[in-house]
């Protein structure tokens, strides 16, 4: 079973979607902008990326700069808790498939977990 964190609107995440669907995958869809993550399914998607949350940012987004997430005090803690409260912030799509996970930058590195 493969789980997506998928936008919609996000090209990258349509063609995510649209792969997996080719290899005859029909992945349980997340709406993470409506249904945004707690901290501990956030922190949990983290492990599985094998990344830090500082790695999952949008970093070009708006809320980025004004809520100043640059900033290289701020702890994994806080930068979950700004993605769960401004989900636009998490970076998109990202494919879960067991205890691996994979951020589809490039759409076909979601691929890799087939």
Do not use: F, W
Not at 15 to 23: I, T, Y
Not at 68 to 77: I, K
Not at 104 to 112: D, I, K, S
């Amino acid at each position: 079973m493969v789980t997506l964190y998928h936008n919609p609107r996000c090209s990258k995440s349509r063609e995510a979607l649209a792969l997996l669907e080719s290899k005859g995958v029909a992945p349980s869809i997340i709406r993470y902008l409506e249904q945004p993550p707690s901290a501990a399914e956030l922190t949990d998607v983290l492990k599985k990326l094998g990344i830090k949350a500082r790695d999952l940012l949008r970093k070009g987004e708006e809320e980025y700069k004004s809520l100043n997430l640059a900033n290289p005090a701020l702890t994994d803690e806080a930068l979950i808790a700004a993605m769960v409260k401004h989900p636009k912030l998490i970076e998109r799509p990202i494919a879960i498939k067991g205890k691996k996970a994979k951020i589809g930058r490039p759409p076909e590195a979601v691929l890799e977990l087939l």
